[in-house]
């Protein structure tokens, strides 16, 4: 069980979860094209390691691969020509002048070519303040351990202990001092390896765990209410992540749809997305485009002449 596991061992499945979390939480804010074989694989190679291509194999047309840019000449933009791809199988494919190459589409995960090593960052802090929570509870339980100065008197104490557990009530020999250490409470050391004073702490660790939960979410354009203080807020306050909360996904956005589009892909936000680019009254330049010329067309009414004609 988990409860006997080593805390090593128990850090590690902490931050392979909450890993995993997030990875689950990344596959909603897109949507690709159904061309593609587990388009899920392709978004989770683009965050993990930044670069990743669709290439044909004899699994798909367009499958997801990794993907280094090393070998062959430069491009203008310092990038090399020659693009070498690994499938799951381990199987190497090479392509040359990838740019301009009909075989592959070379995806970035950002215009940078970055991966996404703030979401492993945050899986860190969020496990170290589950570690902190953990160790912070047990110490919030009462222990104090009575130190007997024989083992007749501690007989007495630990027989007395599991009575006042129990309930029981009985009746006791005055052949050892106990009368006297009932008596003068003081005569019986106690050590006391917790203090649960300090428990009061444990509310802060859970602020903390809120609000980088929080924060990791509102970066990957799920924003969460986590009001960043302990007190009451406004609407506005509250609101004030929206539109930090859309730019990864709009970088992200943006890396992908011009490949995609080119290799005659479709891609677009999930409803999710696109939910809180309206609420913002956010949105992009091709479906503004878009909305702005079917709004400058005249509308001719049924029987009205054409000017045109």
Known sequence: MYRDLKAKLKQRISDCEYTDIFRNFLTTLFVYDDRIYRPEILD??????????????????????????????RYADGLFTTAICYDACGRQYDFRDWRDNPDITVIFNTPLITRDSWIDKNVSILTDIDTSLQTNVIFS??????????????????????????????TILEDVTFRDLATDKKLI?????????????????????????????????????????????TVDEMARHDDVSLLMPYIWYTARKKPLGKAGLKFDYSD??????????????????????????????????????
């Open 189 to 233: 050391d106690v050590l006391d390896l917790t203090d649960v004073t300090k428990s009061q702490y444990i509310q802060y660790l859970l602020h903390a765990y809120d609000f980088v939960f929080s924060r990791t979410c509102m970066l990957m354009g799920l924003d969460t209410m986590d009001n960043g203080k302990q007190a009451q807020i």
């Open 44 to 73: 989770d190679i683009l965050h993990d390691v930044g670069i990743a291509a669709l290439i044909k194999t004899d699994t798909s047309d367009y499958t997801p691969v990794f993907c280094n840019l090393a070998g062959g000449k």
């Open 141 to 170: 339980r009462l222990k104090p351990i009575p130190i007997a100065r024989d083992s007749k008197t501690r007989s007495q104490i630990d027989e007395s202990l599991n009575d006042i557990q129990s309930g029981r009530i009985k």
């Open 272 to 309: 999710i997305i696109k939910s809180r680019f309206q609420k913002n009254e956010i949105k992009d330049s091709e479906s503004d485009a878009e909305t702005k010329e079917s709004e400058s067309e005249p509308e001719i009414k049924e029987g009205e002449p054409d000017d045109n004609n």
